[in-house]
């Protein structure tokens, strides 16, 4: 190695710390331009879904309220149905959509295995998920259920209600055959007798035990994890203020729900297709009295998170406290006027 004088090392280290700096300042000036780009050329249609298991979505589509306040930016809003946490994480994962609705430990899986996403606003505080069981089964206790067959979706919050059942009364995912089906091929499984049980997910639970007199066999208001709204990374990060738009909308929805119950109902019956009994049952379950996003919900997910890394759903080297806190963004709703 040549021999270096103090001179030449120190010109050295300034080179370097110079060379870093700029690239430093490059990167910022790249990113603030990108973001500049961004609110000069906004995007032409924001896509958000809409899910029967969401009732402010519902609310928001019918009302016509985020049409009208894109409007005045001339971009257009494009729906998309969501039959369950899965297809909003899927539609999310394939940027066909950049608002999606899913439960939280949902979101979480998505998030654990790569999905790029921010879980940013809170549409219910629901009990959804439950295990159902058809009239007349013999079956008493989640016990009974070893060496039966229970219809699950997976990657929803009613699967890791299932998981979470089995735990809490001492079985194993194979302890039970889990067979996937979607929420309403397993509603119509169950009812038929082609499995024992099924984890159900609402307004679909409500419509089996008014229609065909279904049983719930086990309910725990404290696994079901929070209704959250998703955004894709790249969208938040680029139209930070179409976001705050989106949720402002969505506040309004929520707002309106509140002091209009018998209305919130006739929309939930007319976009889900519901009777007005089985409506009233989903709405009973469903608490919107809170749309921030926080503590509570990390809360709820990392207690989620212990049952799915023991099942192997996430793999055993994932750390849930930091994917739950890249996952859980509260700086959004922290804007919001009225949100609690």
Request: charge should be positive.
């Amino acid at each position: 190695m040549p021999f270096l004088n103090r001179t030449t090392t120190r010109r050295r280290l300034l080179g370097g710390a110079l060379a870093g700096g700029m690239a430093l300042a490059a990167a910022l000036t790249l990113n603030g331009s990108q973001q500049a780009l961004a609110q000069a050329n906004p995007p032409t249609t924001i896509r958000l879904d809409y899910a029967y298991y969401n009732p402010l979505s519902l609310v928001l589509r019918d009302r016509g309220t985020l049409e009208k306040e894109l409007a005045k930016k001339n971009i257009k809003v494009e729906w998309v149905l969501s039959q369950g946490s899965n297809k909003a994480l899927e539609f999310l994962g394939s940027r066909s959509i950049d608002f999606g609705s899913t439960a939280g430990a949902a979101a979480f899986i998505g998030k654990a295995n790569g999905n790029p996403i921010k879980s940013i606003y809170v549409f219910s505080k629901p009990e959804w998920a439950s295990l159902v069981i058809p009239n007349g089964s013999k079956i008493k206790t989640v016990k009974d259920l070893k060496g039966k067959k229970v219809a699950a979706n997976r990657g929803t919050d009613p699967y890791i209600f299932l998981l979470r059942t089995l735990d809490r009364n001492g079985l194993s995912p194979r302890d039970v055959e889990i067979v996937q089906l979607s929420h309403a091929d397993g509603r119509i499984a169950m009812e038929k007798g082609d499995v024992n049980a099924w984890a159900g997910l609402d307004p679909l639970t409500a419509k089996s035990e008014i229609e065909a007199k279904s049983k719930l066999l086990y309910r725990n208001p404290d696994f079901n994890t929070f209704g959250v709204l998703n955004v894709r990374e790249d969208f938040a990060r680029k139209n930070p203020a179409l976001v705050l738009t989106v949720l402002r909308s969505y506040e309004q929805a929520r707002q309106w729900a509140l002091k209009n119950p018998q209305e919130l109902r006739k929309v939930l019956i007319e976009e889900a297709k519901l009777s007005a009994p089985v409506a009233q049952r989903q709405l009973e379950r469903t608490d919107l009295r809170s749309s921030s996003i926080g503590a509570p919900q990390k809360t709820a997910i990392l207690a989620a998170a212990r049952v799915l890394k023991k099942s192997g759903v996430i793999a055993a080297s994932t750390n849930p406290e930091a994917v739950v806190n890249s996952l859980i963004d509260s700086s959004y709703t922290s804007k919001l006027k009225g949100a609690k």
